[in-house]
C-alpha cells in the first residue's frame, strides 16, 4: 500500500448504529487530520493530531471520537449519527517540522458515508 | 478573517485549450502558503501544486501553474493543454502560520468544477 488509504470507502448507517472509519498512511509522516466535505460546503477541518496529540478540535460534536494510536494510523469512531453526518470524509497526513509549518498535505480517498 | 474564495462556481474548457481557474484570499499574516488540490469524481484530494507567500516565482508544476500576484491577494491556476481527465472540482487552500495557534491548517475555498469539452 502507499499513500494514504482509508476504509471502507462506503459505509450506510442508521442513527442508532456505532462504527468506525480507519485512515493509515505509509508516507512516513507525522500529523494526520480528519476533514468533513458536506455538499456544496467548503472542506472543513474537524481534527488534527500532531506527534500523536491531538492539538486541534474543531467544535465537533461528542458522537465523533478520533483516535490516534501511532503516528500511522488515525481512526473515527461515530455513534448516534444524525442524517445531517452523511457527507465525505478524508483523512490527510503531513509532515510537521518542530516548531515549523506543516508540509503539503496528501489526502486519502475518503469515506462516503450515509446516515439513515 | 482568513478566507479563501473561489468565484468560479462552474468552468468549461475545450479539449487542448488553456483555462485558468480563479482564487483570492485574506490574511493578515505575513507568511502563508498556498495550495491547489484536485478532486475527481472519486473523491480524492490530489495535490497539484504549492506556491509560499515569500517565493519570488510562480510555481509550475508540468502543465500546472500558479499565477501568484500578491498585492492582489490572488493565487490563480493556469491548466494548459486541458486534457479530458482534467475534468474534476478544483479547490484552493491556504496555510496559515502556526504562531497563531492554528498549527498551520488549511482553509479551502468551495471549489471550481471543471469540466472539459472534447
Known amino acids: 500500500e502507499t499513500g494514504v488509504t482509508q476504509t471502507p470507502r462506503h459505509l450506510v448507517m442508521g442513527m442508532t448504529n456505532k462504527k468506525s472509519l480507519k485512515c493509515e498512511q505509509h508516507l512516513g509522516h507525522n500529523a494526520m487530520y480528519w476533514y468533513k466535505q458536506s455538499a456544496k460546503k467548503p472542506l472543513e477541518l474537524m481534527f488534527v493530531y500532531n506527534f500523536k496529540e491531538q492539538t486541534e478540535n474543531n467544535s465537533v460534536p461528542s458522537r465523533f471520537s478520533p483516535e490516534c494510536p501511532n503516528s500511522s494510523h488515525l481512526f473515527l469512531h461515530l455513534h448516534t449519527l444524525q442524517p445531517e453526518d452523511s457527507a465525505l470524509y478524508l483523512c490527510?497526513?503531513?509532515?510537521?517540522?518542530?516548531?515549523?509549518?506543516?508540509?503539503?498535505?496528501?489526502f486519502g480517498p475518503g469515506t462516503r458515508l450515509t446516515v439513515l | 478573517a482568513q478566507k479563501i474564495t473561489q468565484t468560479q462556481p462552474g468552468m468549461f474548457v475545450q479539449e487542448k485549450e488553456a483555462v485558468t481557474l480563479d482564487c483570492t484570499y485574506d490574511?493578515?499574516?505575513?507568511?502563508?502558503?498556498l495550495f491547489w488540490y484536485k478532486q475527481p469524481s472519486s473523491g480524492e484530494m490530489i495535490f497539484l501544486i504549492y506556491q509560499g507567500s515569500y517565493d519570488q516565482q510562480n510555481a509550475t508544476e508540468g502543465r500546472y501553474s500558479l499565477n501568484f500576484q500578491k498585492a492582489r491577494k490572488s493565487a490563480n491556476l493556469v491548466i494548459s493543454a486541458s486534457q479530458l481527465g482534467d475534468s474534476a472540482m478544483y479547490f484552493c487552500?491556504?496555510?496559515?502560520?502556526?504562531?497563531?495557534?492554528?498549527?498551520?491548517?488549511?482553509?479551502f475555498g468551495k471549489g471550481t468544477k471543471l469540466s472539459v469539452k472534447p
Open positions: 490527510a497526513s503531513s509532515h510537521v517540522a518542530s516548531g515549523g509549518h506543516p508540509d503539503t498535505q496528501y
Open positions: 490574511t493578515s499574516d505575513p507568511s502563508y502558503g
Open positions: 487552500a491556504m496555510r496559515v502560520s502556526p504562531y497563531g495557534g492554528s498549527q498551520g491548517n488549511l482553509i
